[in-house]
DNA sequence: CTTTTAACACCTAGGTGTAAAATT
DNA sequence: AATTTTACACCTAGGTGTTAAAAG
């Protein structure tokens, strides 16, 4: 059982770096609370809808893979974690990021000071110092393993390049701006330039997002 | 202007590393001379047919992507640099290995120590210290950018999974072996397990071999 | 003449949402 | 009834040898 990327990525500029220094760059996705949600169609928003039951796992780790790199090589690009996978398969032992369904998360950044002779692998836990840790408030999400809301679904389809075959022709551009201004998450200056780059910087995920891997090969 | 692989892959097993200590595999090709070739039909083989004229360029250098590893890693898995990209673009700028067609090649192994806060990258020149060298005389190969032997095109053809589209279902596994056993480079005790593995850990390539990159996309 | 390039059909490999089936 | 799993068609992305045209 394979997990399924998140989408859309979580993408990050970093600035302030030592440019000769080792850093790795790593993230975690942690529960936003102990409860359970549901989505209730009418009012088009998450209730809680209970208490999570299983016990929290720690959470696992995913190392950005051009890790480790200098801090020159990490400020002069953007930094996507869109090769992340998810699973709610608690099992799970090909290192994807384990989450329960129906629950409501944040990803972190961190950004690692690689010391001499220390080699951060998957699944391996934070060292104790040199370890600056981010979190941005528009990139929570409520993990899902059906889509509830048709809007992000039309959103995902409309975006994801792998989704391109439930295109539908007739639907352009415009009336999708429309679906993405009715979310607050997308800060006022960025509307402008609504192109692939900036949209997934921003992470949209609004009320529904990243379904968990339910099947795929494996 | 794309690189293409190299077919059969370069693969190796690796003995007496210290599990603990960290590593780089890295591999370059040498030329064998200063000589070019051209392949004679009738007699099937290989024949000086003048000197080489451009200037010898420094080898690059491929850093195996699973560098750096312990030890322990590298010792217990097959090492193959399935992925490297050679071409005959002189101004290749995607870090690709830069060969010459119609001449003699042969690979290089490295196992480098990793000394602390040393980091090592595509077309980085080698340590001074802590390297160790292997060569195979059995990988020795002759570039080309058409094949000039028939035997290569039906051994890649029926070996690589993406050529796939080009077999001929009617020959089969038993004309195959009798290819095979028409070259010197595969030592009598691995004729029995001829299966794909054991294929490419001898790195048939005999009297001509891995296509430069001549086209693709790019 | 020989060798190289470019476009191509045909693959491997893997990421989508969908719909039906299975599970709880 | 709600949620999860599975198989699937349809994509992206990229690695094959082939072929005809281009280059030398």
Same mark, same amino acid.
């Given at each position: 059982k394979a997990g399924r990327r998140m989408f859309p990525a979580v993408r990050v500029k970093i600035k302030g =770096?030592?440019?000769a220094k080792q850093y790795y760059i790593a993230m975690d996705i942690i529960p936003v609370d102990s409860k359970r949600y549901r989505y209730v169609y009418h009012s088009s928003q998450w209730m809680v809808a209970g208490n999570t039951e299983q016990s929290p796992l720690t959470p696992r780790l995913y190392v950005h893979?051009?890790?480790?790199?200098s801090g020159e090589s990490w400020m002069k690009q953007v930094v996507s974690f869109d090769r992340v996978k998810l699973t709610n398969?608690?099992?799970?032992?090909?290192g994807h990021i384990i989450l329960q369904s129906m629950h409501k998360y944040r990803p972190r950044i961190h950004v690692i000071v690689k010391e001499v002779d220390e080699h951060i692998s998957v699944n391996q836990s934070l060292p104790a110092n040199g370890v600056h840790t981010f979190t941005f408030p528009e990139t929570e999400f409520t993990t899902v393993t059906? &889509?509830?809301?048709q809007q992000i679904t039309r959103l995902k389809i409309d975006r994801n390049p792998f989704a391109?075959?439930? $295109?539908?022709?007739? $639907?352009n551009r415009v009336s999708l701006e429309r679906v993405m201004d009715s &979310?607050?998450? $997308?800060?006022?200056?960025? $509307?402008?330039? =609504?192109d692939f780059q900036n949209f997934n910087i921003q992470k949209p995920v609004g009320c529904s997002a990243s379904p968990l891997g339910s099947s795929c090969t494996g």
């Open positions: =770096l030592e440019p893979p051009d890790s480790p790199a398969n608690d099992m799970d032992e090909k059906a &889509y509830q809301n391109k075959g439930f $295109r539908d022709p007739g $639907r &979310y607050p998450w $997308r800060p006022v200056d960025c $509307r402008p330039s =609504l």
